[in-house]
């Protein structure tokens, strides 16, 4: 089964500091990747997802991430964090040779912005 | 505006009682998802639907019944056999079409709590 782990359920950067937020799975093949975002009380929203080509993808408000086969990572980063940016973070995967689609999610990593 | 409606945004349950939560979606989408959060968990798959009139049980099903009598509707009952109801509770939806690598978009959740 897929599984997929997020490194530090809590991060804190200072406003203007780089972001990086850490995801790993667990696959023999390579999965489809997704970054998702969740403000307080609400759903989720998506950042960027990976599926063929080009490892480095970009996504929304600013933030991009880069899958490393090698490394079986998927890690999400943004060069200059704002105050907006604080949120909880999810890595999540689906499993490209399975017929029915199903997300398996990290268990979220958030994100504090320091002024 | 297209998207997907939850509701209510809280709910209270009683010992004993089940209770049914709502999710529409106005994006012609085929498949429909019901995922639960806890603090620090991320999301647990608890049904899921691909087209009307079929769904399966997702990793966490036991207490939980769906029905997916109309494509724009994938409503989730509580029911009194689920012990530990208290969480947020998160409908998505994707456009099926077969491929695993389609996004999913999500309500605003609904907050279910006992008293």
């Known amino acids: 089964a897929q599984s997929v782990t997020q490194l530090g359920s809590h991060v804190s950067v200072s406003e203007g500091a780089l972001v990086l937020l850490r995801c790993n799975y667990s696959?023999?093949?390579?999965?489809?990747l997704f970054w998702y975002v969740q403000y307080p009380n609400q759903g989720l929203q998506l950042l960027l997802k990976?599926?063929?080509?080009?490892?480095l993808v970009k996504g929304i408000n600013g933030f991009e991430a880069e899958f490393k086969k090698s490394e079986t990572s998927f890690h999400l980063t943004k060069p200059s964090a704002h105050m907006s940016d604080a949120a909880e973070y999810f890595c999540?995967?689906?499993?490209?040779?399975?017929?029915?689609?199903?997300?398996?999610f990290g268990k979220g990593t958030l994100l504090t912005v320091n002024p | 505006d297209g998207g997907i409606t939850q509701s209510p945004k809280y709910l209270f349950r009683k010992e004993g009682q089940n209770v049914t939560l709502s999710c529409e979606q106005n994006?012609?989408?085929?498949?429909m998802y019901w995922y639960r959060q806890d603090p620090g968990q991320g999301l647990r798959l608890i049904y899921y639907?691909?087209?009307?009139?079929?769904?399966q049980k997702g990793d966490i099903a036991e207490g939980y019944s769906v029905s997916r009598e109309k494509k724009e509707s994938f409503p989730l009952t509580v029911t009194s056999a689920q012990k530990n109801p208290t969480a947020f509770y998160l409908c998505?939806?994707?456009?099926?079409?077969?491929?695993?690598?389609?996004?999913?978009?999500f309500g605003a959740g609904t907050r279910l709590s006992v008293l």
């Open positions: 999540a995967v689906s499993d490209r040779e399975r017929s029915n689609y199903k997300l398996t």
């Open positions: 994006l012609n989408h085929d498949a």
């Open positions: 998505a939806s994707s456009p099926w079409g077969g491929q695993t690598n389609n996004i999913q978009y």
């Open positions: 639907s691909q087209i009307v009139n079929d769904f």
């Open positions: 696959s023999s093949v390579p999965p489809y």
């Open positions: 990976y599926t063929t080509g080009a490892t």
